[in-house]
């Protein structure tokens, strides 16, 4: 698909993990396309991609006391919207909740939130690309636990 003819849109998200007695745990949401991913959103007028990640997880799922550990990557795909065709940017972020029940934001089409373990949200996870984001989520964490 030519880039030229796209309206370009950047947004950022993160891979939202806790860490307990379970092991690692993945927060997923499930959007109003029933697909499973995370949360994320466009960023507003001069705000930077980690604030933009971190407002959209508290929107997203009402978590409040959030650790950023750093960039993912970035991660870019098209689709059609009323007619136009999207060029969507999304830079990922790997973040620690450290307390709160996570709830799904309804009025924005989150119809669900759930914890998983690294391996089982692998599975659950919608999308390629996002899955390759997880995976390298799942990484940052291990060196996070050694260091």
């Known amino acids: 698909m030519s880039r030229r003819l796209a309206v370009e849109e950047v947004s950022a998200g993160g891979v939202v993990i806790r ?7 993945v927060l997923l949401i499930k959007d109003s396309y029933r697909n499973w ?6 960023l507003e007028p001069g705000e930077g991609a980690e604030r933009a990640a971190v407002r959209e997880i508290a929107e997203e799922t009402g978590l409040k006391d959030l650790v950023v550990h750093g960039p993912i990557r970035d991660i870019d ?21 450290l307390s709160g029940e996570a709830v799904p934001q309804k009025d924005e089409g989150i119809t669900e939130v759930r914890w998983q373990p690294l391996e089982e949200a692998l599975r659950t996870v919608s ?4 899955r390759e984001v997880l995976r390298e989520a799942g990484q940052m964490a291990a060196q996070l636990a050694r260091a």
Do not use: D, M
């Open 19 to 25: 860490r307990g007695e379970g092991g690692l745990q």
């Open 37 to 42: 991913g995370f949360p994320k959103g466009h």
């Open 77 to 97: 795909w098209f689709f059609r919207f009323r007619g136009r065709l999207i060029h969507k940017t999304c830079t990922f972020f790997l973040v620690e909740s």
């Open 127 to 130: 999308y390629a690309n996002a």
